[in-house]
């Protein structure tokens, strides 16, 4: 079945760092990929929808210079956390769609420290 | 706006119990309901879905899911659980209008099964 790759699953970075997170579609084209961010205890949030090939949409209230995303190719986007801060960490989460359904990535546990 | 409620925070249950897992939605039109299960380390996987037709939806694992339109409600069940049903629940709604809208998720129910 489909699969959506996401890499690191763990990361730790000092505040004012940048953090790039990876997500790959392993066996399909994925045109449009979610990010979404979960806080403890709170939801899955989308944060941005990728479209493969052009600007990312981002939700209201979710900074586009801070949260960078690139679709670049049909099976791969990335997501850039740029300067870091402690308020940034959080579970940060990929979903590419696939015929109708979605397709998870593992996530990504980020930890500013 | 839309919204999805999921009642419970933690649930715990032994083994053979049956499991009800509670979820509301808020949104007047037709909808698209999923349940996601994500174990320990691993990604969300789909359980089952409601898009239209039976409102009694079987999924993967013995799970089901009746759609009370009425109720605005997509509660998810199992008549006995085992200890590897340990995981997080997650109801989650689209709207229809665009083949690759997103989803908008619950808080998630994490469900823990004593042996």
């Known amino acids: 079945g489909a699969v959506v790759s996401q890499h690191p699953s763990r990361v730790i970075c000092k505040s004012g760092t940048s953090v790039k997170i990876e997500c790959r579609s392993l066996?399909?084209?994925?045109?449009?990929m979610f990010w979404y961010r979960q806080f403890p205890k709170q939801s899955l949030m989308l944060m941005a929808t990728?479209?493969?090939?052009?600007?990312?949409?981002?939700e209201q209230g979710v900074e586009k210079d801070k949260f960078l995303i690139n679709h670049a190719s049909l099976t791969l986007s990335t997501l850039t956390v740029t300067s870091a801060h402690p308020e940034d960490s959080s579970f940060y989460i990929c979903?590419?769609?696939?015929?109708?359904?979605?397709?998870f990535g593992s996530g990504t546990r980020l930890t500013v420290v | 706006a839309q919204s999805v409620s999921q009642h419970n925070h933690h649930v715990i249950l032994s083994e053979a119990a049956s499991l009800e897992l509670g979820c509301n939605y808020s949104?007047?039109?037709?909808?698209?309901l999923f349940w996601y299960v994500q174990y320990p380390g691993q990604h969300l996987q789909l359980l089952l879905k409601?898009?239209?037709?039976?409102?009694l939806v079987k999924g993967i694992k013995g799970f089901e899911a009746e759609f009370i339109k009425s109720k605005f409600s997509f509660n998810l069940r199992k008549p006995s659980v085992q200890w590897s049903d340990t995981a997080e629940y997650f109801c989650?709604?689209?709207?229809?209008?665009?083949?690759?809208?997103?989803?908008?998720f619950g808080k998630g129910t994490k469900l823990s099964v004593k042996p």
């Open positions: 979903s590419a769609g696939n015929r109708g359904g979605y397709t």
């Open positions: 066996d399909f084209q994925a045109t449009t």
């Open positions: 990728s479209n493969e090939g052009s600007k990312a949409t981002y």
């Open positions: 949104y007047g039109g037709t909808v698209n």
């Open positions: 409601y898009f239209s037709g039976d409102p």
């Open positions: 989650a709604l689209k709207t229809p209008g665009g083949s690759q809208g997103n989803l908008i």
